[in-house]
């Protein structure tokens, strides 16, 4: 090995360790408990039209304990994260700052972000129900209704203690309270066709193998399986499977969120707040719909046609703060009937 | 993290400069348990300059124990050692084995199987120049006559070879004191005579004191100027071979050296009566029950009517020898004796006995510890 | 009486201290979180979770443990005390499901076992039957599943140091048996089993913890295992507290139990030179009889690797006939490639003054700091990470007031993912060095001593080149395990690092993890490097210790 190209190996390895700090032109560093995948092609978009350079790091489980452990020194200026009540507990442990944008409130309806903008919602998922294609009568089903016993031995769920079914769960806490919540649990689980296992789009491919018919999972699958992208046997079970919009009794269909918050110590402020006022523009807002099948917060952006042709969707009016709050007690209730037993 | 020679002031290597340096080493008191056993009870040694003792005892006695004290592999609980002038061990201090100017000869040599012999000989002499030390290390190996095999790796080594590859290296860097922990005992009779006399001659030649530690009273008496006994973790008498064979202080010392055949016998008046014969009481013996301990040498046949009349129960060809069973009144076992070949089964024949081999002691069990004569 | 203390030694002992310090710190760490919470969790877990929780826990480290010894100890006498055609490339193919991260292989299985994958549809077409309806088997997804899966992973702990231990005696042991006329498989039975025990421990004991400690195939196969319930309380209740109180629980019950499996086990380690190799005395099959040894002997490899991994790159070609190969791939490679050299590295080298400090300063210092050296391993991954948080944060803070750093250079560096996979996997490298170190005759290093040589140099010129085969393996096992880490990877990395493993999350996360098949399999071949080296060098270290010693 050449002198030049040990040098270059060893000041390779620092960079790559991140020994050695870089500063230069205009970054921002971006958290995420989204997949790498779903934000690249916005993220990719943003830093070729506004020239900033985006740092992502993917953190899964622990992401707010990172940031809090980092303290005053952390880098994390924007935190992304799914699920309303990570987003809050950023926000509780004093992790978030408030931002105050015209172009974020203007863009984001005031029930999906923080009255103080200490949180902002980008973009929403609704909680749909899989059915069988030669189940007709779905019309108005109801999230309520899953629990009917004419449903035993056919429904398909993945694990309760997912954020997904912990958020809609406690979204029905809130609405129903504990007791007729905890009947309700069991009522499904009395309904199950298999152990609460898997992900979202095992509910489809169970439904395409006839293990069972309906199954609650994401909207955005829907979108992802029957585009092809997940491959063509994905594509099958897509098109297995009809989806239906199903709705609280009295309220609509539950929606989990993703979001972001701008982090208390954040080093680059002001570009966190630009990177989130791109995120709710016209342009990332369509992104968002059309490499993710998600539905954009911002009034009259483009909904992806795949995700058109799913119905129009009846926003629950539950306070998103609400289901946050309730999630811990929502997930004990879970424990209590065994609902992943 | 570690510098990579150790800190603490490194003593000379003893007779560095000095070939025939005047050393020597004390053992003062020393005491090692093991939990509750106790290894070592308050053992005291010194060997002079040039000296050669031998430790000798039955396995577990100690005696490895006491060399790795020695040696500094291991820490005494009480007691001190000295090497030369100065207190290696002791109140405090405790010098490790690398600066203590002592070498160790081990039972399986444990030479490094990943490095040549010539590498494992010049593996002490890291503080002489390169050349120097290969110059002297090749000189050690020419010594011990395996100059033809420096570059060989020890696993293709006999076991004679390997142990003079182990002679060599621990004689490389010219220790103070050599340490041999029964360096003989994994060679086969034939070889273990001349490669014992030849390591003796090395040491002679060098004038180097050493230790050995062994539990064949053969080799003890072979090689040593001295034989320290032990048993049990205490030193129980250390003569000259000589001294230890002629005026051993306990039946565990007469038995130590070479064959015994014991006796009882009561001392009274000017005598000590036994079975095979009176012998002449030693003066401090008191009246009672004694044991004799007698070297076959000590017992005399001669013609019936001299002395004690026994019967030879059967014979058996030994070589030079004709081994003798004999029945003695007042005698339950029979008594065995090596005797030119002369006697047949059913002759009779007398026997007394010579006092010079004869060791009488008070009959006090356990009896060891009490010195008569 | 102590000895002399020298400089030196002084040094060692405060280093000692520090990485006991750093050893201990996740664990006070999770202990200072627990003790913000009060109890009020436990009753709830006492009546709904842990009497499920602690029965499904208990079965799966049962199942997956008689799993593990059976294909284990039978592969590695099979190719120690048999010879067959393809016994050399069995003996190296046993190892590959090492290079495979357990959710991949979960992953996989539900594809391949589902009523709509390729086993079960062909198996209708063969019945002639339409639906799945028809054909109901039993679901993968299900505790015996969860074991089997595992079992078939997870089986190379025990198979690798089973082996290295049946090379090594398993001449003398057949002659010897041979000699007493029993069979080879009586003596496997009768001699060879009760001999092996500590390898099998020591095996049993990695393969069990990674078994507990894993999250991904246990949830996604509906497996509700303790940590299954780590995880719910802290990600799901923002408990915190909670979650540190279960998983310190968990932890205890791990150090009690290796604890008395060592007292069971009392002072036997492993023993004894290698005097002959099994060549010599390994029976020679021919006909049917080879070839039902060699089917026997590719069931696991079959089952733990081929399948799964056949089925990613058939996915992965689908893929790259599709879309490409993803750009970032070489990038991810590389990194993975460099965490885990650099990664190894440290940990080997503190793996090694972690065994060796009995030698360096001590019987008693070197035991605690060995079972210290343990703990990393004990516990879920995530919860290591996020017991370093803390320290890490510490050491952070620290450096800044003393005016060396002005940014963070623990958290989000390379350095703290370093330490975070020195510390989890510090048991692996100990665990290699501390069998090589006891391997070699007390008189060995006592020689170098009385030759002169301190302790470290010792350690440096006599020790280490004798334990170096062992010390070499551990660090490719080390090398395989950092490479497919992932959840202390995901959580302490540094801005714009992706890994292999990272990647291959992020895709199985959002449901596509067809998408992650070319880094999986990228995994696989990175693992298979040093497995193949693995298996080159015990072979030579055998032999050659087998002329030398």
């Known amino acids: ?341 | 993290m570690f510098p990579r020679r150790p800190t603490v002031k490194a003593a000379p290597r003893a007779g560095a400069d000095a070939p025939n340096a005047v050393s020597g080493l004390d053992v003062a008191k020393v005491t090692r348990r093991f939990g509750r056993t106790l290894a070592l009870d308050d053992v005291s040694l010194s060997l002079g300059p040039g000296e050669i003792l031998a430790v000798l005892g039955a396995s577990g006695c100690g005696k490895s124990t006491l060399l790795r004290l020695i040696a500094g592999l291991d820490v005494a609980d009480s007691g001190e050692i000295a090497v030369g002038d100065r207190r290696v061990a002791g109140r405090g201090c405790h010098e490790p084995p690398e600066t203590r100017g002592v070498g160790l000869m081990f039972q399986d040599y444990a030479l490094f199987p990943h490095l040549t012999v010539l590498a494992n000989v010049r593996f002490g002499l890291a503080h002489l120049p390169g050349a120097e030390a290969r110059r002297v290390a090749e000189e050690r190996l020419a010594q011990v006559g395996l100059a033809h095999r420096a570059d060989s790796y020890p696993g293709t080594l006999s076991g004679g070879e390997a142990q003079r590859v182990a002679l060599a290296r621990a004689l490389a860097p010219r220790p103070r004191v050599l340490l041999l922990d029964e360096p003989f005992s994994n060679l086969d009779a034939g070889t273990r005579e001349h490669v014992r006399a030849d390591t003796l001659a090395v040491l002679r030649r060098d004038g180097i004191g050493a230790i050995l530690v062994t539990h064949d009273s053969a080799e003890a008496i072979a090689f040593a100027d001295r034989i320290a006994l032990m048993h049990r973790g205490r030193v129980v008498q250390c003569d000259s071979p000589e001294r230890l064979y002629d005026a051993p202080r306990s039946p565990f010392a007469a038995r130590a050296l070479g064959d015994i055949i014991e006796i009882p016998g009561q001392a009274v008046d000017g005598l000590v009566t036994t079975a095979l014969g009176p012998l002449p009481r030693p003066a401090s013996m008191p009246d009672g029950a004694v044991r004799v301990c007698l070297r076959p040498e000590a017992i005399r046949l001669g013609p019936v009517g001299e002395g004690v009349t026994a019967t030879v129960l059967g014979r058996a060809f030994a070589g030079a020898h004709l081994r003798l069973d004999l029945v003695v009144a007042g005698r339950d076992a029979p008594l065995r004796l090596h005797v030119p070949p002369e006697a047949a089964p059913g002759d009779r024949v007398g026997i007394h006995l010579l006092p010079a081999r004869a060791y009488i002691f008070a009959e006090t069990p356990p009896g060891e510890r009490i010195s008569t004569i | 009486m102590r000895e002399t203390m020298s400089a030196a030694r002084g040094l060692g002992w405060v280093g000692a201290a520090a990485l006991a310090a750093l050893l201990l710190s996740p664990v006070i760490s999770l202990g200072l979180s627990a003790s913000e919470g009060g109890g009020e969790l436990w009753p709830h877990l006492a009546a709904y979770v842990l009497p499920q929780a602690i029965r499904d826990t208990a079965l799966l480290l049962a199942g997956v443990g008689l799993l593990v010894i059976g294909l284990g100890t039978g592969a590695a006498w099979l190719v120690s005390a048999f010879d067959f055609p393809g016994r050399r490339l069995l003996d190296a193919a046993l190892l590959l499901p090492l290079a495979m991260p357990t959710y991949v292989v979960a992953y996989a299985y539900l594809d391949l076992m589902h009523p709509l994958g390729p086993l079960q549809t062909g198996l209708r077409g063969l019945l002639g039957l339409a639906s799945p309806r028809d054909l109901p088997l039993p679901d993968l997804r299900s505790l015996p599943g969860c074991i089997g899966l595992l079992g078939f992973v997870l089986y190379p702990y025990v198979y690798l140091p089973t082996r290295a231990l049946f090379l090594m005696r398993a001449g003398t042991l057949l002659e010897a048996a041979r000699m007493l006329g029993a069979g080879p498989w009586r003596t496997f039975l009768r001699v060879a089993l009760p001999l092996a025990r500590p390898a099998v421990a020591l095996g049993t004991g990695l393969a069990l913890m990674e078994a507990l400690n894993d999250v991904g195939a246990a949830e996604f196969l509906g497996v509700r295992t303790l940590t299954v319930q780590v995880y719910a309380t802290w990600v799901n209740r923002s408990d915190l507290p909670g979650a540190a109180q279960i998983a310190l629980v968990m932890l205890t019950c791990v150090v009690a139990l290796v604890g008395l499996e060592r007292l069971a086990r009392g002072g036997r380690g492993y023993a004894g030179n290698a005097r002959r190799d099994a060549a010599s005395a390994r029976r020679r099959l021919n006909g049917w009889r080879a070839g039902a040894a060699l089917a026997l002997g590719a069931a696991p490899v079959a089952f733990g690797f081929l399948l799964p991994a056949g089925h990613l790159a058939f996915e992965a070609w689908r893929r790259i006939g599709g879309h490409g190969l993803p750009d970032a791939l070489a990038s991810q490679t590389l990194n993975t490639i460099l965490y885990a050299s650099v990664a190894t590295g440290v940990t080997v080298v503190i793996g090694l003054l972690v065994a060796a400090t009995p030698y360096l300063l001590g019987a008693r210092a070197g035991r605690m700091l060995i079972r210290a050296a343990g703990l990393g391993y004990a516990m879920p991954g995530t919860v290591l990470a996020v017991g370093l948080l803390g320290p890490l944060a510490l050491l952070d803070s620290g450096l800044f007031e003393v005016g060396i750093a002005t940014a963070l250079v623990g958290l989000g560096t390379g350095g703290a993912l370093v330490i975070a996979y020195a510390l989890r996997f510090l048991t692996v490298t100990v665990g290699a060095s501390e069998a090589g170190l006891a391997r070699i005759p007390r008189a060995i290093p006592d020689a170098a001593r009385v030759l002169g040589r301190s302790r470290l140099a010792t350690l440096t010129t006599i020790q280490l080149p004798l334990a170096w085969p062992a010390v070499l393996s551990g660090a490719l096992l080390a090398f395989v395990d950092i490479a497919k880490e992932l959840p202390v990877t995901l959580l302490l990395r540094p801005l714009n690092v992706e890994t292999l493993s990272t990647h291959l999350y992020g895709e199985a996360a959002r449901g596509t993890y067809e998408d992650g098949a070319a880094a999986a399999l990228l995994i696989v071949v990175i693992g298979l490097v040093p497995v193949t080296l693995l298996l080159r060098l015990d072979r030579d270290a055998v032999l050659r210790r087998g002329e030398r010693l």
């Not at chain 1, 707010?64 to 994390?76: D, T, W, Y």
């Not at chain 1, 004419?150 to 997904?164: A, T």
């Not at chain 1, 002001?270 to 990177?275: H, I």
């Not at chain 1, 791109?278 to 911002?298: G, H, I, M, R, W």
Request: glycine share 10%.
């Open chain 1, 1 to 341: 090995m050449s002198y030049l190209g040990k040098t270059g190996f060893w000041a390779g390895l620092c960079l790559s360790l991140g020994l050695s700090g870089t500063a230069g032109a205009a970054e921002v560093n971006l958290y995420t408990t989204r997949e790498p995948g779903l934000i690249r092609p916005l993220l990719e978009a943003y830093a070729a039209k506004s020239g900033v350079k985006v740092n992502t790091v993917f953190v899964e489980k622990g992401l707010a304990e990172r940031v809090a452990a980092e303290g005053a020194r952390s880098a994390a200026d924007v935190v992304m994260t799914v699920d309303i009540g990570n987003l809050i507990e950023l926000v509780d442990r004093d992790l978030a700052q408030p931002v105050r944008s015209p172009v974020l409130e203007a863009a984001v309806p005031a029930p999906l972000r923080d009255a103080d903008g200490r949180w902002f919602t980008l973009s929403m998922r609704a909680r749909v129900l899989y059915a069988d294609k030669g189940l007709t009568d779905l019309k108005a089903a109801t999230y309520e209704s899953l629990a009917d016993p004419s449903w035993k031995g056919k429904i398909c769920l993945r694990s309760g203690q997912h954020p997904y079914n912990t958020a809609l769960i406690s979204a029905f806490l809130v609405r129903h309270g504990a007791e007729k919540t905890e009947a309700w649990l069991r009522g499904v689980k009395a309904n199950f066709a298999r152990k609460a296992a898997g992900g979202d789009r095992d509910v489809a491919r169970d439904i395409a193998a006839d293990l069972c018919e309906v199954g609650l999972a994401n909207s955005y699958y829907v979108g992802l399986m029957r585009s092809g992208r997940g491959g063509p046997d994905q594509q099958k079970w897509g098109e297995a499977i009809k989806v239906v919009l199903p709705i609280f009794e009295g309220g609509g269909t539950h929606v989990n969120v993703s979001g972001a918050v701008v982090a208390k110590n954040a080093p680059n402020r002001d570009e966190a707040v630009k990177l989130l006022e791109y995120l709710v523009s016209d342009e990332a807002q369509a992104l968002y719909a059309k490499t993710d099948y998600e539905y954009p917060v911002k009034a009259g952006a483009t909904i992806d046609p795949l995700l058109a042709s799913l119905g129009t969707l009846t926003f629950d009016p539950t306070p998103l703060v609400e289901i946050a709050r309730n999630r811990k007690a929502a997930s004990l209730l879970l424990d209590k009937v065994g609902f992943d037993n």
